[in-house]
């Protein structure tokens, strides 16, 4: 599911088209907060992310669904607009492409640097802000950190930023440990 939220071509020229026009309307901040509602979203529903990839849920249906949603969440009036548009060209399952796209796009013109840790459990506000001083020590900037749990991972941490992704997991390690005794 995190997985999905990567670049693709089509979502890079929406995310281009929706950037443009957040600026010129003065929306930047509104629509990226909303993006950022968005893909928690995403994240959290099986129920809009089978809205949004259905092939069997018609377009119509799915800008009803996506305005539904974004009325309910308070989105901005460029993020209602848009959402309705990804849907009548049926493009919604193309939703994470956009906001990643969007994403990279904010952080390329702000000079914000996006770090995404994964924990097994949910951290403290200490083990936060520690995180985000290393952060800082090793970018050389402060990070805007996006925290997620996901208890599969079993412990430790995966931080990525950027492309670039650090797997102190658990899971990898005993993974790594299983291949390693296969091939002894």
Request: glycine share 8%; no cysteine; hydrophobic share 45%.
């Amino acid at each position: 599911m995190a997985d999905d939220f990567r670049t693709t071509a089509v979502g890079e020229r929406y995310a281009q088209a929706l950037f443009d026009l957040s600026q010129e309307t003065g929306a930047l901040d509104a629509v990226r907060g909303d993006l950022a509602v968005l893909k928690a979203a995403w994240l959290d529903s099986a129920d809009l992310r089978r809205l949004a990839q259905s092939p069997v849920i018609s377009a119509d249906d799915q800008g009803k669904g996506l305005a539904a949603i974004a009325e309910k969440a308070k989105l901005n009036g460029v993020t209602k607009k848009f959402l309705g548009l990804l849907a009548e060209n049926g493009r919604a399952r193309d939703l994470p492409g956009v906001i990643a796209g969007f994403q990279a796009l904010y952080a390329r013109e702000s000079g914000v640097v996006a770090a995404e840790v994964v924990s097994a459990l949910p951290l403290s506000a200490a083990q936060t802000k520690s995180i985000q001083s290393a952060l800082r020590a090793s970018l050389g900037r402060d990070p805007e950190l996006t925290a997620r749990v996901d208890p599969s991972i079993l412990g430790g941490l995966k931080v990525k930023v950027g492309s670039k992704l650090f797997d102190a997991s658990l899971k990898t390690k005993l993974d790594q440990m299983k291949f390693a005794l296969k091939r002894a």
